[in-house]
Structure formats: structure tokens, C-alpha cells
């Protein structure tokens, strides 16, 4: 795998990892408004903060690439 298709794989992890957290975030909040909460729901909780924690990896990651690519040139 090369560099722009390295780019490629993180960037589409990263949107697809985003989505989901949007998604689960819009769970949890509609289960706040019917004041409804289990242990699934502490779990999806957990999940976000893990999927920050990723996401700011993949950025990282990322950019590392994208600056190696650049002073490599």
C-alpha cells in the first residue's frame, strides 16, 4: 500500500469512525429525552470517549504522513 492509498484507508476509517459517534451520540441523546438509561447505554457512553481517543490517532496519523510526504519531497 502506498502513501495515497495509506491516506485513503485512514480517511475513509476516520469518516466511517465519525459517523458512528454521530450516530450513537443521537442514541444516547434521545434516550436522555425519554429519561430511559441502562447499562448498554454506559457502555455506548464509554465508546465515545474511545472513539475521541481514535479519532484524534487518526489525525495524527494523518498528518504525520501528509508532513513525511511533504519534507521527503
Same mark, same amino acid.
Not at 500500500?1 to 450516530?23: K, V
Given at each position: 500500500?502506498?502513501?495515497?492509498? *495509506? =491516506?485513503?484507508?485512514? &480517511?475513509? =476509517?476516520?469518516? =466511517?469512525?465519525?459517523?458512528?459517534?454521530?450516530?450513537? @451520540?443521537?442514541? *444516547? &441523546?434521545?434516550?436522555?429525552? =425519554? @429519561?430511559?438509561?441502562?447499562?448498554? &447505554?454506559? @457502555?455506548?457512553? +464509554?465508546? @465515545?470517549?474511545? +472513539?475521541?481517543?481514535?479519532?484524534?490517532?487518526? &489525525? +495524527? *496519523?494523518?498528518?504525520? *504522513?501528509?508532513?513525511?510526504?511533504?519534507? +521527503?519531497?
Amino acid at each position: 500500500m502506498g502513501p495515497e492509498e *495509506l =491516506r485513503a484507508w485512514l &480517511d475513509l =476509517r476516520r469518516t =466511517r469512525l465519525s459517523e458512528h459517534s454521530a450516530f450513537v @451520540q443521537r442514541y *444516547l &441523546d434521545r434516550r436522555k429525552m =425519554r @429519561q430511559v438509561h441502562t447499562y448498554t &447505554d454506559d @457502555q455506548y457512553e +464509554a465508546f @465515545q470517549e474511545l +472513539a475521541a481517543d481514535l479519532r484524534h490517532l487518526l &489525525d +495524527a *496519523l494523518i498528518d504525520n *504522513l501528509v508532513t513525511n510526504r511533504t519534507t +521527503a519531497r
